[in-house]
Every structure is written in structure tokens, then in C-alpha cells.
């Protein structure tokens, strides 16, 4: 995954909001979300080539997504599956659990990576560097992240996005509408070149090459009550729609897909 937007005990009524899309190369399949998991229950797209995934949310409300974190090294195919430290950092019982698991990693089990963790509570944004793993809380609030640090504005996609997302966290303050949440959350996450625009393509968020590009987009929504509402769509937003993916445990509340 190489954006993702996070409105942690920000909008009311919906104390956790995640709006992400996936770029990876065409050739590496991979499955829309399904259960990962079964004890406890997991849900998240599968990488199936090394098995883990990008993105995952756990019956307890825990969310968790991993994103490659950009470096000069090549990444060194003997290192664990950072989809894999995905699913079992999923498994733990709430954010803070999964944030101490994750400060004791060792810096060379995986290659470089960014990792969200977040329940509806609390969040953390992990980077596993050369020097080691580093873990910091966040405050209340929209955040933004890809390969780089987190809301960092030299990132060409973040510096473009970040007024956008958090012009719908306002608009949903003042009036708080969940489909009108979800349908602007589909526009930005839809965004790409157009015939006058000067960016590369690997600068918007929906990304188009001939070999690489966003393989899909999900928003999730976790209430105050407890509910997930997951929204998948599986291919690049700027094409195709929002379904809603079956949880294995209670409903969320009812998002409309965008």
C-alpha cells in the first residue's frame, strides 16, 4: 500500500477512519479481502506471493496496514513478510498491545517498512529503519502517510492530498453526513493527471503506468458503538466503485458505498 489517510477521535461518531490505496506492480496477484485469520477473525486483501497482506482489520477493532518504506538498499528477499507482520500485529487485543510487539522487532527481520496500527483509542505509526524500529503515538487528528515519514509534505502526493483530507474531516464536523464522508473520500483517493497537469505519475494518488500502478482502494469506518463498516474497491478508485466487504462479526453501521 503507498497512501494512506487516517482520521483518528477526530469526526463524531466515528473515533477511527481509514481511507487508503494500494499501488503494487500488475504482475504480483493478489485476492480482495477475505478472512485471514479465524482465531481471532481477520479480514484483508491476500498477497499471494508471500502470503501476508497490506491492510487488515481484527474482530476487536484493531486495524493494522503496512506500507513499503522507501530506502537506498534493495530489498533482500531472505527478510520476513512485512504482509506477514501485518496479520499478526492484527491479531493483538488493541493498539497499545500491538505497539509494544512492535517496538521489540528487530530492525533486520524485515526490509524497510511504514506500519499503521489504530483502534478506535489510540494510534501508532511504526518505521522500521537500518537503526532500528521506532514507534510514535499519534495525537488526535488527520494524518497522512506513504513511504516516506509520516505527513511529510516533501512527499509530492501528500503536499497535493493533505488540504483535501482535511477539508472533509471540517465538512463532516460541521455536518456530519457519512455518505457525503465516503463519496469525498472516493475523489481524493481517485486523483490523477489530467492533459494540463504537471505532476509524474507516480505523484497522484491513483497511479497509472504500464506495469505498475493502484491495484485498489478501501475506507474503512469505525464507530463509536463498535461497528466496521469496510468498503473495498477492487481496482483503481478513478474507475471502479466502493463495495461493501462482509465482516465475519457484528455490522458496522451502514456507510453507503461511494
Given amino acids: 500500500m503507498c497512501t494512506l489517510a ?19 506492480f500488475f504482475g504480483r496477484p493478489s485476492t480482495s479481502p477475505e478472512l485471514l485469520a479465524s482465531a481471532p477473525r481477520i479480514v484483508g486483501g491476500r498477497d499471494l506471493i ?11 477493532g484493531l486495524l493494522v496496514g503496512v506500507l513499503n518504506r522507501r530506502s537506498s538498499e534493495p530489498p533482500d528477499a531472505t527478510r520476513v513478510s512485512r504482509g506477514a507482520l501485518c496479520v499478526a500485529l492484527a491479531g ?75 477539508a472533509l474531516a471540517d465538512a463532516y464536523a460541521a455536518r456530519p453526513d457519512r455518505a457525503e464522508l465516503v463519496s469525498g473520500l ?15 505519475p507516480t505523484d497522484q494518488l491513483c497511479i497509472h503506468t504500464p506495469l505498475y500502478g493502484t491495484r485498489s482502494s478501501s475506507i474503512l469506518l469505525c464507530d463509536d458503538r463498535g461497528g466496521v463498516t469496510f468498503l473495498h474497491a477492487a481496482g483503481p478508485p478513478c474507475r471502479r466503485s466502493y463495495r461493501r466487504v462482509a465482516l465475519p462479526w457484528r455490522a458496522g453501521v451502514e456507510a453507503p458505498a461511494a
Fill in 50 to 60: 508471500a502470503g501476508g497482506t497490506w491492510l487488515a482489520v481484527g474482530e476487536q
Fill in 186 to 200: 472516493h475523489a481524493v483517493l481517485a486523483d490523477h493527471l489530467t492533459a494540463v497537469d504537471d505532476r509524474q
Fill in 6 to 24: 487516517l482520521f483518528t477521535r477526530q469526526l463524531p461518531g466515528l473515533p477511527l477512519v481509514v481511507a487508503a490505496n494500494r499501488d503494487e
Fill in 92 to 166: 493483538e487485543r488493541d493498539a497499545e498491545s500491538a505497539a509494544r510487539v512492535l517496538r521489540a522487532v528487530a530492525p533486520t527481520t524485515h526490509n524497510p517498512f511504514n506500519l499503521l496500527i489504530a483502534d478506535r483509542s489510540r494510534a501508532f505509526v511504526g518505521q522500521n529503519r537500518r537503526s532500528g524500529t521506532f514507534v510514535q503515538e499519534l495525537e488526535p487528528g488527520t494524518h497522512l502517510l506513504t513511504n516516506l515519514d509520516l505527513n511529510d509534505t516533501t512527499c509530492p502526493r501528500i503536499s497535493r492530498s493533505s488540504q483535501r483530507f482535511a
